[in-house]
T-cell receptor, first 116, second 111 residues
């Protein structure tokens, strides 16, 4: 149980285009999902916290107009990188928190974004 | 954002050896978590610690939540080649859903 999927697993796009990444909790409902960015050989940095049916909360320094987050249901959150640039190339990972008193987050397999 | 101080950054060991890594923080955390990440994959939870002083095992892995709530360590006994990967500690403060990650320990196990 507690499986989180991401789609696509990798994507290459041209500079200036937008890319949407999906995060799904497959066998549980997630009231809260989190989006992280990980640069090569570095740790995970939280970008935003996404709650179902409400606006995402962004971490300091993360542009909300560039990284659009939509948490439309208890099993799906999407991250759209708008007007992507090469510096946005990174490994994007989502996690989902099971609805209830537990604190445990389950991570997706990540999406490798390369912007040419 | 803040990160935890995790050490060592990398380790090269022989198969069968024991491994120890730790995380420290200048502030208190209510939950400590240890994850393993394989290349191109998301982190997988190994052990979760919820109480100061707690010592928890998961197979060959043992982790402890420091008494001061500012540190945690992870031990791996009798390492095997599939232990290779990057290990991250993560802390969570009371009342917050956010995880703060360490910089990771890259483990290499030579057969």
């Amino acid at each position: 149980g507690a499986v989180v999927s991401q789609h696509p697993s990798w994507v290459i796009c041209k500079s200036g285009t937008s890319v949407k990444i999906e995060c799904r909790s497959l066998d549980f409902q997630a009231t809260t999902m989190f989006w992280y960015r990980q640069f090569p050989k570095q740790s995970l940095m939280l970008m935003a916290t996404s709650n179902e049916g409400s606006k995402a909360t962004y971490e300091q320094g993360v542009e909300k107009d560039k990284f659009l987050i939509n948490h439309a249901s208890l099993t799906l959150s999407t991250l759209t990188v708008t007007s992507a640039h090469p510096e946005d190339s990174s490994f994007y990972i989502c996690s989902a928190k099971i609805a209830g008193p537990w604190d445990e987050q389950f991570f997706g397999p990540g999406t490798r974004l390369t912007v040419l | 954002g803040q990160q935890l101080n995790q050490s060592p950054q990398s380790m090269f060991i022989q198969e069968g050896e024991d491994v120890s890594m730790n995380c420290t923080s200048s502030s208190i955390f209510n939950t400590w978590l240890w994850y393993k990440q394989d290349p191109g994959e998301g982190p997988v939870l190994l052990i979760a610690l919820y109480k100061a002083g707690e010592l928890t095992s998961n197979g060959r892995l043992t982790a402890q939540f420091g008494i001061t709530r500012k540190d945690s360590f992870l031990n791996i006994s009798a390492s095997i080649p599939s232990d290779v990967g990057i290990y991250f500690c993560a802390g969570q403060r009371g009342g917050s859903e956010k995880l703060v990650f360490g910089k990771g320990t890259k483990l290499t196990v030579n057969p």
